[in-house]
């Protein structure tokens, strides 16, 4: 009798993953994480943000390098269109969430995966936002996401990948629940 073991690499580390939940467990005021952002007004509706520190594990912490992100809006919308409008980062944030947490929950189980393709669509009625109707909301009204997953598991498996993904997922969380946000002006 031949048995095959399956071995999955999908370029996580789920042992060190393991071990930090481990010692965040032992030291849970360690998990106060602070995650930052910059932006800059650049003209018009165009702005550049950037995000290059943090602090986590009890100190300052650096990436590996400055990310950019570039925001505009389209020109339809008399703007110049030098980058993605904040709603669309918004679900980019949120997309690239969940595939993460497919990816980690998919090697923790031991799954192999050929390609993850997430779909998102957010609906939006621009009569809030300018100010024509002040009873429609301003933000989304419906984000649906649609996972194409090629894998080495049954449907079930990988309806259950996508569902654990979606109830660790950050974004999600935030997106989902209400979140304290505090503006302000210095």
Not at 19 to 34: D, H, K, N, V, Y
Request: with cysteine; charged share 25%; net charge negative.
């Amino acid at each position: 009798m031949n048995i095959q073991t399956r071995i999955a690499n999908n370029g996580v580390n789920v042992k060190a993953l393991l071990e930090a939940r481990e010692a965040l467990t032992e030291a849970p005021e360690a998990a106060r994480f602070q995650w930052r952002a910059r932006c800059d007004w650049v003209n018009g509706t165009h702005s550049h943000a950037r995000v290059e520190r943090f602090f986590g594990l009890g100190e300052e912490q650096q990436h590996k390098q400055c990310f950019a992100y570039d925001c505009d809006h389209p020109e339809l919308f008399a703007a110049e269109d030098k980058g993605a409008t904040p709603v669309e980062y918004l679900l980019v944030g949120l997309a690239g969430c969940l595939t993460a947490g497919i990816a980690s929950v998919a090697q923790n189980r031991n799954i192999q995966l050929r390609s993850v393709q997430a779909t998102l669509e957010g609906d939006m009625d621009l009569q809030g936002i300018l100010g024509i109707d002040t009873d429609v909301r301003n933000g989304f009204d419906n984000i649906s996401v649609v996972f194409d997953i090629d894998a080495d598991a049954s449907e079930d498996e990988i309806k259950a990948l996508v569902a654990q993904s979606q109830k660790r997922s950050a974004v999600f969380d935030a997106l989902a629940n209400p979140t304290h946000i505090q503006v302000q002006a210095r």
